[in-house]
């Protein structure tokens, strides 16, 4: 049985030979979410290798050779697919969400993701407080432009490929409704605001 400190040893001292973490310092992003099927006395590095092989399978020459298409890497897709995992609860909204991410990066705008708070705080609140708005990190989306420096979770496939194949939109903004987990799409300002007014209190 593997603790959690051991595992999260391992994590640090392997150096886990794939083309996709070349570069990188850390394994976040890439520890793909899914069934395992393990034996008791399974080792952190077997686990972990088997999450990284199950990335590098996932990640097929097709969706790869997209990527270096659009000039991108796969850290900055990962990065991306990260925040849209942690944003949008329906699989039919992620290529949107994803759009409208891109859509702000070209603007100069920056992201606003609250995900990205709660990635600074610790917490899981889908409204972060004025304090955690003005945590100083890199990671603050909101205080930042662009993508943070890294993953903030492990995204599921259909968050990477929405990352990869994001879908064109006239929105710029979008909330999540915590009643029914709808996410709402607004393409002014303005019109979040009445949004917000009308969803989120």
Do not use: C
Not at 57 to 84: C, F, H, P, W, Y
Not at 93 to 120: E, H, Q
């Amino acid at each position: 049985m593997v603790k959690k400190e051991e595992f999260l040893a391992a994590l640090k001292r392997e150096n886990w030979n794939y083309d996709f973490l070349e570069g990188l310092e850390s394994l976040e992003g890439f520890l793909f979410p899914d069934t395992y099927y393990i034996s008791y006395n399974v080792s952190s590095n077997e686990i972990i290798k088997k999450m990284l092989d199950n990335f590098d399978k996932k990640l097929t020459s097709d969706l790869r050779a997209e990527i270096k298409k659009q000039g991108k890497s796969v850290k900055e897709i990962v990065t991306l697919a990260s925040i849209v995992e942690k944003e949008v609860y329906k699989e039919e909204d992620k290529k949107i969400v994803a759009g409208i991410f891109l859509k702000r990066v070209v603007l100069g705008m920056p992201l606003d993701a609250d995900s990205t708070i709660n990635y600074i705080t610790g917490k899981n609140s889908p409204m972060p407080t004025s304090g955690d708005l003005a945590a100083e990190s890199l990671y603050n989306t909101y205080l930042n432009k662009g993508l943070p420096p890294g993953p903030i979770s492990n995204p599921s496939l259909s968050s990477i490929k929405a990352a990869i194949y994001p879908e064109d939109s006239p929105y710029l903004y979008y909330l999540n409704r915590q009643d029914t987990k709808e996410t709402i799409f607004s393409k002014t300002f303005e019109e979040h605001l009445e949004n917000k007014n009308k969803y989120l209190k």
